[in-house]
């Protein structure tokens, strides 16, 4: 029998509307609603023509109920300028990217998470705490994504197709996850994963990580956590020069115009050679782009060591993928485009359960900062 909410979770994953989808599938909106709702199934010739459309298996639709994750649990960045559509899709991506997550928990041992509950200090002294607590002192972050995951934060990536989404953070039953836009430069990468770790940090489970308050404090962690006061002081001079700023930047791996904002905010900027830097900044590009920046982006170290591995063990992408019945290029879109060398084999097969968790156990991952 088809569950009838995977209809919805198809579609809304694909950033369709019912009118959209209609069209596509030559089947009436009613009908469609009538498929959302269970009242009706649709026809095996329906239900292969809505499985093209909607780049999904046949097989996801007869897979049990996906409970939706509440907006409110999610800290979508610049929030109040996403549309409805790329905001859905991207949720539901990272729904099911959640179940990808749970496949890797049963066969590995992840690292508990590290992100405690400091109280409710303001974001600056938030993330003197938080470095103070892991062993940082006031040293650059080499590995943003690295140092998540190290302490148990799970990193996954957003689908490509939509841009305007940058980064959102969230609780799933105790343990904290962060979906990054790999469309963004490195350093504006650094910084969402950052200002991610802030909303974990500041907000945690029980403060909603949502509204204009909230994006300020993570930002303000974000600025204060890259760029700690103490290291900015020693290596920046006041009212340093736009060149000094672009040969500054380079220390803590964050964008120019990131780290004329915290210059500002240390009052080592004053407001005029602030507006006047950023209007520099912006002819040289700066605002657009990041030239001269870092050569790639950030990737999860945990995802790449249980695809190698998989791989060890025969198991490939096209076998996970139909574990999980999405497509290969759906599952490839969660984990920044990780590509894992096929063999051949029927995908069809328990070979992923059997081999990795059956005679070792969950063996345990390694993960450095």
Excluded at 185 to 197: K, N
Aim: charged content about 25%; overall charge positive.
């Amino acid at each position: 029998m088809i569950t009838s909410s995977r209809i919805t979770t198809a579609r809304k994953r694909r950033g369709l509307t019912l009118a959209e989808l209609s069209t596509r599938v030559e089947v009436s909106v009613q009908s469609l609603s009538n498929y959302e709702r269970g009242r009706t199934e649709p026809t095996p010739e329906t239900l292969a023509r809505l499985a093209a459309a909607l780049d999904f298996p046949e097989s996801f639709f007869f897979q049990p109920d996906l409970e939706s994750i509440p907006l409110d649990a999610v800290s979508f960045r610049a929030r109040s300028k996403l549309a409805a559509g790329p905001r859905d899709a991207a949720l539901w991506s990272s729904r099911l990217a959640l179940e990808l997550h749970g496949w890797i928990e049963d066969r590995f041992r992840l690292p508990a998470h590290d992100i405690p509950t400091l109280g409710r200090p303001d974001p600056e002294t938030a993330a003197e705490m938080l470095r103070a607590r892991w062993g940082l002192g006031t040293a650059p972050i080499s590995n943003m994504v690295h140092l998540l995951e190290a302490r148990g934060v799970r990193v996954f990536s957003l689908p490509p197709e939509y841009a305007d989404v940058d980064a959102f953070a969230m609780w799933r039953d105790g343990t904290p996850f962060v979906f990054l836009n790999t469309l963004k430069t490195p350093e504006r990468g650094r910084f969402d994963a950052a200002h991610e770790l802030g909303h974990l940090v500041l907000h945690g489970e029980d403060r909603s990580l949502a509204g204009p308050q909230a994006e300020q404090e993570a930002n303000a962690f974000a600025s204060a956590f890259l760029m700690p006061r103490r290291s900015v002081l020693e290596h920046m001079p006041k009212a340093p020069l736009v060149q000094q700023i672009i040969q500054g930047k380079r220390i803590w791996k964050v964008a120019a115009l990131a780290l004329t904002y915290r210059l500002h905010d240390l009052g080592m900027l004053s407001d005029w050679h602030y507006r006047r830097t950023c209007i520099e900044l912006g002819k040289l590009g700066y605002r657009k782009s990041e030239p001269s920046g870092m050569a790639g982006r950030e990737r999860s170290q945990l995802l790449d060591k249980v695809f190698t591995a998989m791989k060890s063990k025969g198991v490939t992408l096209q076998h996970v993928a139909s574990e999980l019945h999405v497509s290969p290029e759906e599952l490839s879109s969660w984990v920044f485009g990780l590509i894992v060398t096929a063999r051949k084999g029927n995908p069809g097969t328990s070979t992923a359960r059997s081999d990795l968790a059956a005679s070792e156990g969950r063996p345990r991952l390694s993960l450095v900062q």
